[in-house]
């Protein structure tokens, strides 16, 4: 699991708790002073964002908590996981595509960075060398062969 990850979601949480904690309670007294909140677009504009902000908050607390609970030592030596970087041959487009499986965060499909929540990422895990998938995605069902794996455990 890489450090920048984690650190990147606590560098947010810190920055919204921050605004929720200080910046927010400043923009809702100012608001508050300008009288009646029936009608005040500021006042309701700054409970939205308070609302929004503590939604997010919670939100990136569980995901981070959820990262802590991988165990690295529960990844397969010989099956598609986590980390894994993969060679698939597309059945359909008569072409090799390279992926490595990485979380939610650290996707760049045009990178090869495909997240294990992706369909094409579901499809892959557990499967071996010389497996077949087939996937739905978006554009439609696509067929690969797994050709190579390469594990976190090979790196």
């Known amino acids: 699991m890489s450090t920048s990850i984690i650190k990147k ?45 503590g939604a997010r908050l919670a939100q990136l607390r569980k995901r981070l908590a959820d990262l802590s609970l991988i165990n690295m030592s529960n990844i397969p030596r010989d099956r598609i996981a986590f980390g894994s970087n993969v060679v698939l041959y597309d059945i359909d487009r008569d072409a090799e595509i390279v992926y490595r499986l990485v979380t939610s965060e650290e996707t760049d499909v045009s990178k090869g960075l495909i997240s294990t929540t ?15 998938v087939r996937v739905s995605t978006p554009n439609g069902v696509r067929e690969f062969e797994v050709r190579s794996l390469r594990t976190i455990y090979d790196d």
Do not use: C, W, Y
């Open 9 to 53: 979601l606590e560098d947010e949480i810190q920055a919204l708790e921050h605004e929720l904690n200080h910046e927010l309670p400043q923009e809702l007294k100012r608001a508050r002073a300008l009288g009646d909140l029936s009608e005040n677009a500021e006042f309701h504009m700054a409970k939205q964002r308070q609302d929004f902000v």
């Open 118 to 132: 992706s369909p094409i990422g579901r499809g892959l895990m557990g499967k071996k060398v010389g497996d077949t």
